[in-house]
């Protein structure tokens, strides 16, 4: 836990000290259950997108990042279609 902390506080240095980091709200089509919304998190995870948390409820999902089109094919890749 203390080490998770720390990479936490890590990350958040790191941002601090390059480029800023914009929150960006996307909506997605077809998402329906907790397997849509941990597709769609991991997909986006590992793209290197931050702080990546989907509402299922309100159809979309929100991280820190700066790359729209690369979050876009990113989601669209895992079978989801992004509202445009
Ligand atoms: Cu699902």
Known sequence: MLNVLII???????????KEVD??????????????????EQALTNAGFTNVAVDLGKGSVSFDGQDVDLATKTIEDSGYKVKK
């Open 8 to 18: 936490m506080y890590g990350l958040l240095i790191y941002n601090d000290d390059t």
């Open 23 to 40: 929150v960006m709200k996307l909506n997605v089509e077809n998402m329906t259950c907790d397997h849509c919304k941990m597709t769609i």
